[in-house]
């Protein structure tokens, strides 16, 4: 099962939204409404920050949103702040009946 | 408040063992299926294995199947991840993490450990 793919970096100023996109197929993302996204910081455990494609845990901030359209999911950050400085990944189910990772976006705050 | 707390991991020679173990506290741990995730130095996580919650269930990624075995004893709260035939690329920080369902363990992770390293010499 190859990863899926996110862009190693995105980059925004305070305020802007940004969008990190996340591509598989056929049996991972676009098969199943089964993607996560988590947030890492540097040397800390990964955080949920959205799961089910659009779904907001309860704590997250309403600056989070997931959506997907074929292939290809995507999360978006409005309002970009410091405090969201750190990696994205998304994740998906997958016809194996495991579970997939995308490559890891570095998100940076200008 | 809901903790995982891994355990076990160290420094072992190349073709070595290790059991992990992962003690889970805050929640009814027989009733969500658990995984354990892993994190190689400077890149990025994949998922290893996951057991539902009544441990009948168990998956495995290809690259560990047939060398990791996941466990758990629900009378102990305990997670366990038994590692063998350890090769130099399995050096990584394990996770234990909690899913918020029992069998649809693939929904979402909510809950996270802070790792246990585990560092594979050649």
């Known amino acids: 099962q190859s990863a899926l793919t996110q862009p190693a970096s995105v980059s925004g100023s305070p305020g802007q939204s940004i969008t990190i996109s996340c591509t598989g197929t056929?049996?991972?993302?676009?098969?199943?409404?089964?993607v996560s996204w988590y947030q890492q910081h540097p040397g800390k455990a990964p955080k949920l920050m959205i799961y089910?494609?659009?779904n907001r845990p309860s704590g997250v901030s309403n600056r989070f949103s997931g959506s997907k359209s074929g292939n290809t999911a995507s999360l978006t950050i409005s309002g970009l702040q410091a405090e969201d400085e750190a990696d994205y990944y998304c994740t998906s189910y997958t016809s194996s009946s495991t579970l997939v990772f995308g490559t890891g976006t570095k998100v940076t705050v200008l | 408040e809901v903790q995982l707390l891994e355990s076990g991991g160290g420094l072992v020679q190349r073709g070595g063992s290790l059991r992990l173990s992962c003690a889970a506290s805050g929640f009814t741990f027989s009733s969500y299926a658990m995984s354990w995730f892993r994190q190689a130095p400077g890149k990025g996580l994949e998922w290893v294995s996951t057991?539902?919650?009544?441990?009948?269930?168990?998956y495995y990624a290809d690259s560990v199947k047939d060398r990791f075995t996941i466990s758990r004893d629900n009378s102990k709260n305990t997670l366990y991840l038994q590692v063998n035939s350890l090769r130099v690329e399995d050096t990584a920080v394990y996770y234990c993490?909690?899913?918020?369902?029992?069998?649809?363990?693939?929904?979402?992770?909510?809950?996270w450990g802070q790792g246990t390293k585990v560092t594979v010499s050649s």
């Open positions: 057991t539902t919650g009544s441990g009948r269930s168990t």
């Open positions: 056929s049996s991972d993302v676009g098969g199943y409404n089964y």
């Open positions: 993490a909690k899913s918020p369902y029992s069998s649809d363990w693939y929904r979402a992770i909510d809950i």
């Open positions: 089910e494609v659009g």
